[in-house]
Every structure is written in C-alpha cells, then in structure tokens.
C-alpha cells in the first residue's frame, strides 16, 4: 500500500483533530506562522490536515492576503473547512506531488508534517520550487525520530507489542521517514534552493491526560481498523496500557512533553 493511501475514514480524522491536533500540532502551527518573514499576499498550504495551522495563517495574513489550503485527503479537509470560517481561505483536494497551479504562484509555500506521507518526496519539494515566486520563502517541517518523541514512541511500541497480526506496511514509519537534515538537505537544494538552513525545533506539548493522548494515537489512527479486527477488548487494553507507561515515564496528568522536529526553511 502506498503511503498515500492510508485509509481514513470519516471518523478517524476527527479523533485526530480532537485529541492529536491541541497535543502535536497547535504548538508548532503557532511558532511555524510566527516563521513567515513580511507579508506575503499569496500563500499555499500543503497538506493543511485538521487545520491548524490554516487557522492561524488566516489570522495572520488577514484579508488582504490568499492562502491556497489543500490536502489529498477530503475527509481532512472537511474538518479543516469547520475548523476555519475565514473568506481569505479556499480549500481543494489535491496532491502534493502534482499541484494544480501555475509556475511562480505564491509568494509563501508552508508544508507542516506532510511530506512524509509522500510516496515520492523529491517531487514535493521539485513542486513547492516550481509555483514559489522568485525571493518566495518556503517552510516545511517533519518530524524527528519516533523515540525523541516519547509519548508516539511509547503509543506505537505498544500497539506492535499487542497487535497478533502484522501491521500494515505504513504504520510506525511515515511519521518519522524524514528524520535526517542530510537528507532534509538534500531534497531541498535538489529541487533548487540554494539559501537552505534546517533546524531542530523543540516545543512543549500538552495533552490534559495520558488517556487522551492514548485515544488519538490509537483512535485516531488507521491502525484502529486492525485492532478492531481483534476485538474491542484489545482497543481498550492497548489504550489503557498506553495510559499507563505514559504516566510512567513521562508525567501523571496533565502531560506535558516535549516535541521535537525539524524544520527547513528557503528561499528562491
């Protein structure tokens, strides 16, 4: 199965959006958008997921700028379409690897953990070069391995411990398939940024419990399909279990942990 398409159905995105997206993603959409240099009036968004930080470019860029906001995936982007009331907004399903827009288009192109999905990653960075703007600004981040990110870490070793069948081939991978700047590097300046810099950035997240934390990395997640296969009773002993070691060697509730990603920023 190409990484692409992982299966989500309708319920799957919004117990991401609900227990995943306040935890793992709020903190960097906030510091990504605080990355965006002047004003630019024509932004694009890859990959915008639940929203999050569509959110807050829509604040920040205010009606006198265009954010473009797609996501491959439409059940994402119904949540994101929720999520986000703002008119300087329009959103489209499309990919990442094959964008439906001009040479030179945007003056901002922002990718917040959504290369890694991609079943080809130079593409999406060869994309993002051909509709940026000449002096454009390109952001992107991916996150950093699975262990220096405990609470994920934690949550798939326990789901490969209880799981009797073999996963699917995409899960425990994506998530952390772009963790060396070398590489980040590279796929950059091979699409044709020349002035390149990546960074390890650390922020705090914070979920109001492990049990919550638990339900999104399970529950919100294509692998619940196969634990249902099992049987309810694993759901639950999965999520409890999570609970537990969460609490065990990172904190008791609130939790509160750190994140850590990179994140490559260029220009054309």
């Known amino acids: 199965m190409e990484e692409r398409n992982i299966p989500f ?8 959006e609900k227990y995943l997206g306040p935890y ?29 930080l569509t959110n807050h470019l829509s604040k920040k860029m205010g009606t006198q700028a265009m954010i473009n906001a ?22 489209l399903v499309a990919d990442a690897q094959s964008l439906p827009f001009p040479d ?23 994309e993002a070069w051909r509709v940026l703007k000449p002096g454009g600004q390109f952001i992107f981040l991916t996150w950093d391995k699975a262990e220096n990110n405990i609470t994920l870490h934690i949550s798939q070793q326990t789901i490969l411990e209880f799981l009797k069948t073999e996963p699917p081939a995409y899960f425990g991978k994506a998530y952390a398939a772009m963790n060396n700047p070398d590489e980040l590097m590279e ?25 919550d934390a ?25 999520k409890t279990t999570i609970t537990a070691r969460i609490h065990e060697q990172v904190s008791k509730d609130p939790i509160s942990s750190e994140l850590k990603a990179w994140l490559g920023e260029a220009f054309k």
């Open 9 to 16: 159905e309708k319920t799957i995105p919004g117990v991401y």
């Open 24 to 52: 793992l993603y709020e903190p960097y959409a906030v510091y990504v958008t605080s990355r965006i240099k002047g004003y630019p009036k024509k932004v694009l968004e890859i990959g915008v997921g639940s929203g999050r």
């Open 70 to 91: 797609i996501d491959i995936n439409p059940n994402m982007l119904e949540i994101a379409k929720e999520k986000v009331k703002a008119s300087n907004v329009e959103f």
């Open 104 to 126: 030179h288009s945007f003056d901002c192109v922002i990718c917040q953990f959504s290369f890694m999905f991609l079943p080809d990653k130079q593409k999406g960075f060869n």
């Open 187 to 211: 796929y950059t300046k091979n699409a044709g940024f020349e002035n390149a810099s990546i960074e390890k950035i650390t922020l705090i997240g914070q979920s109001p419990t492990a049990m």
């Open 214 to 238: 638990a339900i999104g990395f399970v529950e919100g997640n294509s692998i619940i399909k196969e634990i249902l296969r099992e049987g309810p009773e694993l759901l639950k002993t999965i």
